[in-house]
């Protein structure tokens, strides 16, 4: 009895073995058959030869039924029998968009993704396909912000273009000694700096004399992401082969600011 009971077992355990490497080659095919589905697809100018290309955006969704797109190309046909892939980062819902950044006559072409994560954080591609070529013109980096908690619950803060700005954050006090960033008397615990979030925003803007740049917001947080302080505005223009800041903005969310001396 006990060798009929043992080989049960090893009869049971070899049938779930099999059972689950079943299951996992049926999941694996069936992945395998996800294919690729267009997005968005237009037509224009952007290799300057005066005839519309067609652009695409495709992409290969995560399961069947997603609207993650683990995959993501953008898609030119300069000419018949010519194409242009260019891979993108996973995301959902990649927006085409066109507008000349570089200046050369001829539009340029840019893709907006929205990657999921908490507070809506985005994407973005810049590409110049003059000529039949792809460039890629690389987007706007995040604008230098820095910020600094200090005693009595104030918050220094520096950007381009502005005086730093002295934050007071007096009306979270409570919440923040409770998470021990501060003490009752106002101490600050130990240095902390600012939370600096990626781009949220990164549109398309319309300059003097029809120009075309870019215009983003980045949203500026405290002791954690959801204790937002401020909203960061930015204007950029393509020159000379880089991303050049025009002009910041601030937008405050915390209780009040005020120019340091």
């Known amino acids: 009895m006990p060798r009929i009971k043992k080989l049960a077992k090893v009869i049971l355990f070899i049938a779930l073995v099999f059972s689950v ?16 589905k267009v997005i968005v697809t237009k037509k224009r100018d952007v290799s300057g030869d005066g005839k519309k290309e067609r652009i695409l955006i495709v992409g290969v969704p995560y399961e069947p039924k997603s609207a993650f797109l683990k995959e993501i190309y953008l898609i030119v046909e300069i000419r018949k029998g010519k194409k242009l892939k260019v891979p993108l980062d996973a995301g959902f819902e990649p927006k085409l968009h066109f507008a000349d950044f570089n200046r050369d ?16 954080l985005i994407n973005s591609y810049a590409y110049s396909f003059f000529g039949g070529k792809g ?31 002295v934050m007071d954050v007096s009306d979270r006090k409570k919440d923040y ?23 949220s925003l990164l549109d398309i803007a ?49 209780k009040k600011t005020e120019p340091t001396n």
């Open 21 to 36: 490497l079943g299951y996992r080659a049926v999941s694996a095919q069936l992945n395998s058959e996800i294919e690729e």
């Open 105 to 120: 006559g001829v539009d340029d072409v840019y893709v907006t993704i929205p990657t999921g994560s908490s507070g809506g």
């Open 135 to 165: 460039k890629d013109l690389t987007v706007p980096p995040f604008v230098p912000i820095t910020g600094q908690f200090m005693d009595q619950f104030k918050i220094v803060m520096s950007v381009p273009f502005l005086q730093p700005l």
């Open 177 to 199: 000694i409770r998470i021990g960033l501060y003490q009752k008397n106002g101490k600050l615990n130990e240095p902390t700096e600012v939370m600096v979030d990626p781009y």
């Open 206 to 254: 319309e300059f003097p004399d029809k120009r075309k740049g870019l215009r983003g917001v980045q949203r500026v947080s405290g002791a954690y992401h959801a204790d937002s302080l401020a909203d960061v505005y930015s204007k950029w223009e393509y020159q000379d082969g880089n991303w050049q800041l025009l002009q910041a903005k601030t937008k405050t969310i915390a």
